[in-house]
């Protein structure tokens, strides 16, 4: 499964039971963190999020709402004995912030934790599976989107038909690699009368906080899904432009522009007790648009 | 009022819905804030504590479930527009973290916010009403305990018995603080004639984390009311002195050498799901003790 869960779609401060940004990418059993407010690591008890899965934690930018929560969980992980790495991506001094913390306390962490400074676009995991990246935003300190995509995969066998045409197993590893087969007597089977195309890597793509900028389009250009904030509704535009934020329709026009199947919204000022204004007005512009709602899991 | 309300009873990690260490001290319509585990400001808000109050923060320690929420609520305070100047206190080097992270998130405080570092026992507050000071618990690291202690009121006016003998009323002051009034024709009114005792100033001290230990017990001595920490029941006294914590039966028999009123329990250790057993083992030492539940308001 790909998919993603929200543990936080508020900004700035705590308000209306909604908590600061963090959510969960999930992708062939591993757990990614995207953000980390503080309180995630109570939202991931209240919401079961696996934290023993988790291997990668992207911290966007340095402010307090999408960071606070990463000490708690990191000192939390070791006195839950996390038995995997970790590896912590986030703009610098975060290295420092946690080391002095760390330090004070007199904590030795039971897991190896090593944390990578980004400073611009770049690849920042690259497997046989999944390709994450980071890309800069346009917002008032420095910060970053994270883009989740996975790798084209094997092209699946028809077991009968190969068997019909009596490939050996062996060779079986090579038609998911779209390779052709050569019987003993010269006939070609062709690849394609014993596989079936395999499905295309979807992508998600988080994009932090950030104003309206066409920029992001080269790296969210038909997603599948992507999370852009809405602090404000459209009638803000200024307060969002003067506070590096976006509107609703500002970011269902960068959907739209961009191609994208399906837009998630959140980051919600402390200003609106309801949200359904939020889902109104960016569905105006984009239908495909779903409200980032806590606890939530979106498939991708 | 003097009163304690509790926002968080548990050690180290969140658990069993129980939040890290917290607890609001309310006197003469200040709250003062000791100890600030991650999600403190959310537990603020569900237990309707006026943030607008607090012009005290003091940090026992920097193990991260004492502090971890402390950024978070300098920084909503700013947010927040808090008005009034807000004073923290703890161990070094507490400043140079809340600096670092205020400094990378480009955050101007709209308060004014003094920190002072604490490094032995000494006075924090000494008003007309209220004195606070810290001292030193036993603990892995650097650790202080609090004391709140009410200043004696002045004597109370009995207005009739006052006017009865034609005493001024610009002189009522001074009768409040225990003269003696000498009529024209020299006949002295007793003070004792003419007010009544004051109410004794009550004292709350909040012991941190410790293990046992007797030295305590001038800090504490004769206190109305007492948090002491019970991390353990009382049969994992080696695990609790090898890491610096208490259990059940040594928070009651400090509570009960030291003469005081009344002992609250809470640390909880996330080991145990439910708390029963904790007040049982402590009362069969200390029959006043009480479970330091979150949300609950003692009155001192």
Redesign the interface.
């Known amino acids: 499964m790909f998919a993603v869960t929200i543990l936080g779609n508020n900004s700035?401060?705590?308000?209306f039971n909604r908590?600061p940004t963090s959510q969960v990418v999930t992708h062939d059993g591993n757990n990614y963190l995207v953000d980390c407010g503080?309180?995630t690591?109570?939202q991931m008890?209240n919401y079961k999020i696996r934290r023993s899965k988790i291997s990668h934690v992207f911290i966007s930018h340095?402010?307090?709402?999408h960071y606070?929560?990463l000490?708690?969980l990191l000192?939390?992980f070791s006195?839950?004995s996390h038995q995997q790495e970790l590896h912590v991506f986030g703009p610098s001094?975060l290295k420092?912030?946690i080391d002095?913390?760390l330090k004070?306390?007199?904590?030795k962490l039971c897991y190896a934790l090593h944390v990578h400074h980004i400073n611009k676009a770049s690849t920042l995991i690259d497997t046989d599976k999944l390709t994450v990246k980071c890309f800069p935003t346009n917002h008032?300190?420095e910060c970053y989107g994270f883009s989740f995509k996975e790798k084209k995969q094997p092209r699946k066998l028809i077991l009968d038909k190969a068997k019909e045409y009596s490939i050996p197993a062996i060779f079986y590893e090579r038609l998911k690699d779209a390779e052709d087969y050569i019987q003993k007597d010269g006939t070609v089977i062709k690849n394609e009368q014993v596989t079936e195309p395999a499905e295309p890597g979807k992508k998600y793509v988080f994009c932090a906080d950030t104003k309206y900028d066409e920029a992001l389009i080269p790296h969210i250009k038909g997603a599948d899904m992507i999370y852009h904030e809405t602090t404000y509704l459209d009638n803000l535009r200024e307060r969002a432009e003067s506070r590096f934020h976006a509107t609703t329709k500002q970011a269902a026009e960068l959907a739209k522009k961009a191609g994208v199947k399906k837009l998630l919204i959140g980051h919600f000022s402390?200003k609106y007790d309801t949200l359904e204004e939020f889902e109104a007005e960016a569905r105006e512009i984009f239908p495909a648009t779903e409200l980032a709602l806590e606890g939530v899991c979106f498939e991708i």
């Open positions: 700035a401060v705590p308000a908590h503080e309180g690591q109570i008890i340095l402010h307090g709402d606070f929560g000490i708690g000192n939390s006195l839950l001094p420092e912030i002095i913390q004070v306390a007199d904590t008032r300190i402390s």
